[in-house]
């Protein structure tokens, strides 16, 4: 039945009373139509080179992880039911440079990172971020020659270090770059590299968004950035080009599509996983995560009920999971009930 449909049916009032279904917690409980469960999270993770945790000043709650914490965190994690980690690191400066070499090699923050939690055992899915911000010295995604972003010599990049990650242990690959013809020549990569089963996550809809900005401060390539990514992420103002570009992700490899920032595009989420029928995830990014976390400390939002709401809407507006970094709380609020 379409959304259409379900408007059209008969009956009106008064033998139709719409509120006698939510009239107790048991009829609603009945007629729910979606549900969030700490299946539906992904936690994106920050990792730091030196042991303990540094907070992450526009994203209050969140810490860059050292290596003798990281393995507790994930192995909290994956207890409360959450089925995988982003993984983003956080470069020191004197390890960035214009070709970006840090971003495949095999010693790197990430791969270690990746090998630590390989080697605990844990149950959890290892999802490594793909593009070159955090080792690029002007802070952009792809390589840049005379001041532009030069998409082919950045997919030969991009797949060094997609294929360096899956050697150190990840599961997934996820090009956040948003380079043309990238998930095709990942994947080729991969399976030349023998990793048939590395999966591909697709930014496929990123958009050029002003609520990356915690981030930024988060993987420290917000200082480096010279000029903006608009020349490779997409208009906040489309939405035929976002299915555009996840039908050719598909058609390219992609395993699994992915949408970018996640409240403010419901719409582009919506859209792609309907019209294309693959699964699709939501990233709730540091902007909305600061965004929320802002306004309950002034106590002018409930957190708790705000998060789960929030996480809730990603779901019925279609999404199969939702990066968020409010997971591991919101597996805490759904395992207390
Ligand atoms: C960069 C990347 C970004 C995010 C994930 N990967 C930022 C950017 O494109 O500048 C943003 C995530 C967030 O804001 O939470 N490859």
């Given at each position: 039945m379409t959304d259409r449909d379900a408007t059209r049916l008969p009956g009106s009032f008064p033998r139709v009373r719409m509120r006698r279904n939510r009239a107790s917690a048991w009829s609603r409980a009945l007629v729910r139509e979606h549900a969030l469960t700490p299946a539906d999270l992904i936690w994106p993770i920050f990792v730091q080179e030196q042991d303990g945790r540094t907070p992450i000043a526009s994203m209050p709650g969140q810490d860059r992880l050292g290596p003798d914490v990281l393995v507790d965190a994930v192995g909290r994690a994956a207890e409360l039911g959450i089925p995988a980690i982003a993984l983003f690191p956080y470069v020191t400066?004197?390890?960035?440079?214009?070709?970006?070499?840090?971003?495949?090699?095999?010693?790197?923050l990430v791969c270690r990172s990746l090998r630590a939690i390989r080697a605990a055992g844990l149950q959890i899915g290892l999802i490594c971020d793909v593009a070159l911000d955090p080792y690029n010295s002007n802070g952009h995604d792809g390589l840049v020659v005379d001041g532009r972003i030069v998409n082919d010599p950045t997919l030969e990049a991009l797949c060094k270090q997609a294929v360096t990650q899956a050697d150190a242990g990840g599961d997934v690959q996820a090009p956040?770059?948003?380079?043309?013809g990238r998930i095709a020549a990942i994947r080729d990569a991969l399976d030349a590299a023998?990793?048939?089963?590395?999966?591909i996550l697709s930014y496929a809809a990123k958009y050029a968004s002003a609520y990356y900005g915690p981030f930024r401060d988060a993987v420290g390539s917000g200082g480096a950035l010279?000029?903006?990514?608009?020349t490779y992420q997409m208009d906040p103002a489309n939405t035929d080009e976002a299915v555009r570009e996840a039908a050719l992700d598909l058609a390219e490899g992609a395993d699994l599509l992915m949408v970018k920032p996640g409240l403010p595009y419901l719409d582009v989420l919506r859209r792609v996983r309907h019209e294309l029928g693959a699964p699709t995830f939501a990233y709730q990014v540091s902007g909305e995560y600061a965004q929320l976390c802002a306004a309950a400390a002034n106590g002018w939002l409930d957190r708790e009920k705000v998060v789960l709401e929030t996480l809730l809407c990603f779901k019925r507006a279609g999404a199969d999971a939702v990066l968020s970094y409010f997971a591991v709380e919101a597996a805490g609020l759904l395992a207390r009930g």
């Open positions: 400066d004197d390890k960035k440079t214009e070709a970006c070499e840090e971003a495949w090699n095999p010693d790197n956040s770059d948003m380079m043309d023998d990793h048939h089963d590395q999966a010279k000029g903006d990514k608009k």
